[in-house]
């Protein structure tokens, strides 16, 4: 074989995992459109320009290609969010960009999202996903973390409540924006981000007094006193 031959093993795994691709783009698009109970492998398979028996080669059944599509999509989120963060920025900046990035990808794919959580309560199975959802709930966890180790923010901040506010706030605000039909709405981050403001640490030198600037301002004041206590006995007499 040639150095320029292509290798067939190469070749296939190629196939394979285009096919793959493939069979993953087309079940995200039945999924979000007909939700779990709709989907049937042979609409996927249709979709994805193959046999259904070729489908179940790949994948035994709709709940474990369910289980991969939800893990894909959790995972390039949590990707996507890692790539929106600049870990050397101020971390309230770093919250801004979290905020903006999750609220974008809520506008964007607000149909896939809620159907992992409608899978999850209604068929029972929170194992798979929770893995996935932690990882990227995680990076949430990782900013607060370096801005109380940067002194930026107390180490009193609770975390699990902001993590809640701050992710429960932007789905509601998604939902509402999607049905305005508002493509997206800075001002969304920059309220829930007023949470953080007690906890924040300012680190601005404050300006302190003169000794003897303080020590001549109250002799002054004494004088101005003991004056008007003089003119007020002299208008008496």
């Given at each position: 074989m040639s150095a320029s031959s292509p290798n067939p093993k190469n070749t296939q795994r190629e196939r394979l995992e285009a096919r793959e691709?493939?069979?993953?783009?087309?079940?995200?698009?039945?999924?979000?459109?007909?939700?779990?109970?709709?989907?049937?492998?042979?609409?996927?398979?249709?979709?994805?320009?193959?046999?259904?028996?070729?489908?179940?080669?790949?994948?035994?059944?709709?709940?474990?290609?369910?289980?991969?599509?939800?893990?894909?999509?959790?995972?390039?989120?949590?990707?996507?969010?890692?790539?929106?963060v600049e870990v050397n920025a101020p971390v309230i900046e770093q919250l801004e960009q979290l905020a903006t990035y999750h609220l974008t990808a809520l506008i964007q794919q607000f149909d896939m999202v809620g159907l992992t959580y409608r899978a999850r309560l209604r068929h029972g199975e929170p194992e798979y996903q929770l893995p996935k959802i932690r990882e990227y709930v995680r990076i949430f966890d990782q900013i607060i973390e370096r801005g109380i180790d940067r002194k930026e923010l107390s180490s009193e901040l609770p975390l699990w409540q902001c993590r809640d506010v701050l992710y429960g706030a932007l789905e509601h605000s998604a939902r509402t924006l999607l049905l305005r039909e508002i493509p997206f709405d800075a001002s969304v981050v920059e309220q829930?981000?007023?949470?953080?403001?007690?906890?924040?640490?300012?680190?601005?030198?404050?300006?302190?007094?003169?000794?003897?600037?303080?020590?001549?301002?109250?002799?002054?004041?004494?004088?101005?006193?003991?004056?008007?206590i003089l003119l007020g006995e002299k208008g008496s007499i």
């Amino acid at each position: 074989m040639s150095a320029s031959s292509p290798n067939p093993k190469n070749t296939q795994r190629e196939r394979l995992e285009a096919r793959e691709h493939s069979i993953l783009k087309a079940a995200t698009e039945v999924f979000t459109a007909m939700g779990v109970d709709g989907t049937t492998m042979a609409e996927i398979a249709r979709r994805a320009h193959i046999a259904e028996g070729t489908l179940y080669l790949y994948h035994k059944t709709k709940q474990d290609l369910l289980a991969v599509v939800v893990q894909n999509f959790w995972a390039e989120l949590t990707q996507g969010a890692i790539e929106a963060v600049e870990v050397n920025a101020p971390v309230i900046e770093q919250l801004e960009q979290l905020a903006t990035y999750h609220l974008t990808a809520l506008i964007q794919q607000f149909d896939m999202v809620g159907l992992t959580y409608r899978a999850r309560l209604r068929h029972g199975e929170p194992e798979y996903q929770l893995p996935k959802i932690r990882e990227y709930v995680r990076i949430f966890d990782q900013i607060i973390e370096r801005g109380i180790d940067r002194k930026e923010l107390s180490s009193e901040l609770p975390l699990w409540q902001c993590r809640d506010v701050l992710y429960g706030a932007l789905e509601h605000s998604a939902r509402t924006l999607l049905l305005r039909e508002i493509p997206f709405d800075a001002s969304v981050v920059e309220q829930l981000l007023v949470m953080f403001q007690p906890y924040r640490i300012d680190h601005t030198p404050k300006e302190q007094a003169d000794p003897i600037e303080t020590s001549t301002l109250r002799r002054l004041e004494n004088i101005e006193a003991q004056l008007a206590i003089l003119l007020g006995e002299k208008g008496s007499i």
